[in-house]
């Protein structure tokens, strides 16, 4: 079970019945009460319930956004982390952070079994206002000017997940845009992960393999537009051998073969992009971007590398680039 440091920071004050977390008033209320409430509001209200909630939503990421940068002096990028980790240990759905980029204003919060959607029902538009408002009052903090997210995706309204976005939500448009029709190989020996990486790349046509001789055979057989490779249990680096033989673009997905080493076996390999799979919610990203470098016959890594460095930094070490060969970064243009 994973550790929550919320509920072990929690503390009970008997006498007045209350729950504080750093200082900070909390209560435990069940999701089917708010939903309760929201479509009595609607009842009323109508659309404008919606608006309601948010603010209070708003208010809520707003001070709560101040309090915990102020008390932990987050940067930008640490409030936000923080945030997005507490948003998940309160039992608020999976939160995950999609996109951010503060020099043009964008931000993207993703959010799996949201309670709020799953206690509301079938909708035709989103229903998250509480998490859309408490984003909106963190994005407020972060970009230092008064922000509304807007949820482009529900789990009410039939996705598979909530998405809730600040700025232009052009990007994600594109990469659904490139990797529309794709047809892509992807092969692992967890059925979990093959499940997970075809619920995300819905548009694509997808083809998948538990062992290395039925990826072999439709390598051979088939054709495809892309592949996407696991290393440990697959014989991934054969399989990175043959598909690069055929032309097929690839990009290795990996969690035990996380290391220097096998980053750049599987670029000297062929290999177009090497992905984490604690980042795996990004995959049409990262794919869309080696669809395009593919497309341009472009030598340069392309931006999942920029994505990810920060990643390979915290996981392997500020030098970690001095641990592999000088002519390697150099010949790769990874420099």
Aim: hydrophobic share 40%; proline share 3%.
């Amino acid at each position: 079970m994973a550790e929550n440091e919320i509920l072990n920071e929690i503390e009970y004050d008997g006498q007045k019945g209350a729950l504080h977390y750093k200082g900070v008033r909390y209560l435990l209320i069940r999701p089917e009460t708010l939903a309760a409430m929201q479509k009595a509001m609607e009842s009323v209200c109508g659309k404008e319930a919606g608006e309601i909630i948010f603010q209070g939503g708003f208010e809520g990421g707003l001070l709560s956004a101040k309090k915990y940068k102020e008390l932990h002096e987050f940067s930008k990028e640490g409030i936000l982390d923080f945030m997005v980790m507490m948003g998940s240990q309160l039992g608020w759905g999976a939160f995950h952070l999609s996109l951010f980029d503060p020099a043009a204003g964008r931000l993207t919060i993703e959010v799996g079994n949201s309670p709020f959607a799953a206690a509301y029902g079938e909708a035709s538009e989103g229903v998250c206002h509480f998490i859309r408002g408490v984003v909106s009052g963190l994005a407020t903090v972060i970009l230092g000017k008064n922000i509304t997210a807007s949820e482009t995706s529900c789990i009410a309204r039939g996705d598979r997940k909530c998405s809730f976005v600040v700025g232009d939500n052009t990007d994600m448009k594109e990469h659904q845009r490139i990797l529309k029709g794709k047809r892509i190989l992807i092969v692992d020996d967890e059925p979990d992960i093959l499940s997970t990486l075809k619920d995300i790349l819905d548009e694509c046509k997808i083809s998948v393999a538990e062992s290395f001789e039925e990826a072999e055979r439709l390598l051979s057989e088939g054709s495809f537009d892309g592949a996407i490779l696991d290393i440990m249990g697959v014989n991934g680096y054969d399989l990175l051998s043959i598909a690069t033989k055929k032309g097929v673009p690839t990009l290795m997905l990996t969690a035990h073969a996380l290391s220097i080493d096998d980053f750049v076996k599987s670029i000297e390999g062929g290999a177009r992009a090497y992905v984490p799979k604690d980042k795996i919610a990004d995959i049409e990203i990262f794919l869309a971007d080696l669809f395009e470098v593919h497309k341009k016959k472009g030598k340069r890594p392309g931006s999942w590398f920029t994505r990810l460095e920060p990643f390979f930094r915290q996981r392997f070490g500020a030098d970690w680039k001095e641990k592999a060969e000088p002519e390697f970064w150099e010949k790769y243009y990874y420099l």
